[in-house]
């Protein structure tokens, strides 16, 4: 008997230069609605782009409030409380245009005003039964694919931990994907979030649940990061590479949707949520680990990537194009100067055993490596990086 696959993702996406311009064009869909609630952040505020999406707002007979102060990394309590400030109102449409912790957000605002669910409950497990108000998501950064998946991440401070919610109502209606909102990013965004996605891509890849469809958009993903991250890094005006970026991130958040990650992000999460390191520099600083660990389940898979990536100017054996792979992503880091030392962020050798039992008990993830590791395993992971 084949195996079932199944793939789904936002319901309209819109790509090219000038396309929050556009946006009055795509409001169609939402013809009925009379009051949106734009969630963004204090930056987008000051550089008129919530003004641009306002004025096309109120050119479609649309009122609208504007929220800004969404926290990075946002925690169960922030996002409880902003709710608050927003439950008053009888919202039809909601805009999240930002960096990830923007987009999730929106989401999740999105299947509160529908469902009597709080985020406390979801991140337990709890159904969110209906689908929320309608959503127009639109990314600033390169990075999380959130505008595509049915995933969103919270902090749990308590617990030292992110945690990703699923819930297939939390794909939006229409993404609006605009290379120039990225091309004021300082590097050290444009450096961690474009990781970050390339990051999604190869885990979707090598995935225990990686298929046809997922292989599909993640190989192009890796294709488009791997052409462009360093000219966006070092010229943020290149329209081209912006493009790239932000496609290649959409791209691995598709494949991630079908594939789901592993263990890079399931060590990860415990360094966002204790040490606060930045999601996208985490999965840097462990993917060449993580992977070196998981290399004799994957060497098949890795010479792909080489291949697809023009790491490989002729057939090698799976063992070298793996090395050239590795080499490839530590290069990365180092042009990118991002850190691969945790020391850096106050991790201390005593910390370790408890960074490694939260990894292994992120257990949606770790069941998704193509090798099973121990926490002994995980250890001898994050020790690499002191």
Do not use: C
């Not at 926290?71 to 009888?90: A, L, S, V």
Request: proline share 5%; aromatic share 6%.
């Amino acid at each position: 008997m084949s195996t079932i696959h199944t793939f789904q993702t936002s319901k309209r996406v819109v790509l090219g230069k000038g396309a929050l311009e556009n946006l009055r064009n795509q409001l169609f869909p939402f013809e009925g609605a009379k009051r949106v609630l734009i969630v963004s952040s204090p930056f987008l505020k000051k550089n008129g782009y919530i003004d641009l999406i306002g004025k096309q707002l109120n050119d479609a007979n649309m009122e609208y409030d504007v929220i800004t102060d969404i926290e990075p990394e946002p925690t169960i309590e922030h996002i409880e409380t902003t709710f608050k400030r927003i439950n008053r109102h009888p919202f039809d449409l909601m805009i999240g245009i930002g960096g990830g912790s923007v987009l999730d957000v929106t989401k999740l605002f999105s299947v509160l005003l529908k469902n009597d669910v709080s985020v406390k409950e979801m991140t337990k497990g709890k159904t969110i039964s209906n689908k929320g108000v309608p959503m127009i998501l639109i990314p600033t950064t390169s990075g999380t694919g959130s505008e595509v998946t049915p995933n969103s991440i919270v902090t749990l401070p308590d617990e030292e931990l992110k945690i990703g919610i699923v819930s297939p109502h939390f794909l939006p209606d229409l993404v609006l994907l605009d290379p120039t909102l990225t091309v004021t990013l300082p590097k050290t965004i444009t450096a961690a979030t474009g990781m970050d996605a390339f990051t999604h891509s190869f885990e979707s890849f090598i995935s225990n649940k990686a298929n046809p469809i997922s292989d599909m958009y993640a190989l192009e993903s890796m294709r488009l990061i791997s052409r462009s991250i360093v000219n966006a890094y070092e010229n943020g005006s290149d329209i081209n590479a912006r493009q790239d970026m932000l496609l290649g991130s959409t791209y691995g958040g598709m494949a991630l949707t079908s594939a789901g990650t592993a263990a890079v992000h399931a060590l990860a999460y415990p360094l966002g949520g204790k040490f606060n390191i930045a999601h996208g520099e985490a999965n840097s600083m462990l993917l060449p680990h993580v992977t070196l660990a998981n290399l004799d389940h994957i060497e098949d898979r890795m010479k792909t990537i080489a291949r697809e990536i023009g790491l490989l100017e002729k057939d090698e054996s799976a063992r070298y194009a793996s090395e050239l792979l590795i080499d490839q992503i530590v290069r990365w880091t180092q042009t990118l100067n991002i850190p691969q030392d945790l020391k850096s962020y106050g991790v201390k050798e005593e910390d370790v055993p408890a960074l490694a039992e939260a990894a292994s008990n992120v257990t949606r993830l770790m069941n998704n490596n193509p090798k099973k590791l121990s926490v002994l395993d995980i250890e001898k992971i994050y020790r690499k990086l002191l």
